[in-house]
C-alpha cells in the first residue's frame, strides 16, 4: 500500500501557518548548524521525529533491506529540505537543519522498525524461512 505517498500531504500540512507569508527569504532566520538553534527545544524535536516515523514505517513496507533505509532517509531529506525552503517565506517559521536531521532519523528509524516487524514475522522473507528450515527450525 503507498501510505508513504499520503503522508506527505500530513507534513506539509503540519509545516504551515500558511499564512504571515513574505516576498523576500529571510535567510538570517535559518539555523544552519543542527541543534544549535534557539528554537530547536526537546519537545519540537521529539515532535518532528514522531511525525517522520510513519513515513519510514510506510515507505519500508513496500522495500527492505539497509539500502532502502537510505533511500528513505534519502527522500525524506529531499522532501525536508523542501518544506524547509518553503519556510523561508513564512515570518512565523524558522528553517532548521535540525528539522532536516531529525526528519531523517526518525524515517530512518520507522523503516527499522518496519524491517523488524517484518523480520520478526513467523513467515518472514523467504530466505530466513530457507535458514531457519536447514537448521531444522520451524
Not at 527545544?41 to 539500502?67: C, H, Q, Y
Not at 526518525?106 to 518472514?124: F, K, N, T, V, Y
Request: hydrophobic share 50%; net charge positive; aromatic share 14%.
Amino acid at each position: 500500500m503507498n501510505l508513504w505517498k499520503w503522508w506527505l500531504l500530513v507534513v506539509i500540512a503540519v509545516s504551515g501557518p500558511w499564512y504571515g507569508m513574505t516576498r523576500h527569504p529571510q535567510w538570517h532566520r535559518v539555523t544552519w548548524v543542527p541543534f544549535h538553534g534557539a528554537e530547536d527545544k526537546p519537545r519540537d524535536v521529539v515532535a518532528n521525529f514522531a511525525l517522520w516515523m510513519p513515513f519510514g514505517l510506510s515507505f519500508a513496507s513496500e522495500r527492505r533491506g539497509w539500502s532502502r533505509i537510505a533511500a528513505v532517509a534519502t527522500a525524506t531529506f529531499g522532501i525536508s529540505c523542501a518544506v524547509e525552503a518553503a519556510q523561508l517565506f513564512f515570518v512565523l517559521r524558522d528553517p532548521s537543519a535540525t528539522d532536516v536531521v531529525v526528519g531523517m532519523a526518525g524515517s530512518a528509524a520507522g523503516s527499522l522498525a518496519a524491517q523488524a516487524l517484518h523480520w520478526g514475522d513467523a513467515r518472514g522473507p523467504a530466505r530466513w524461512r530457507k535458514a531457519r528450515e536447514a537448521r531444522g527450525e520451524q
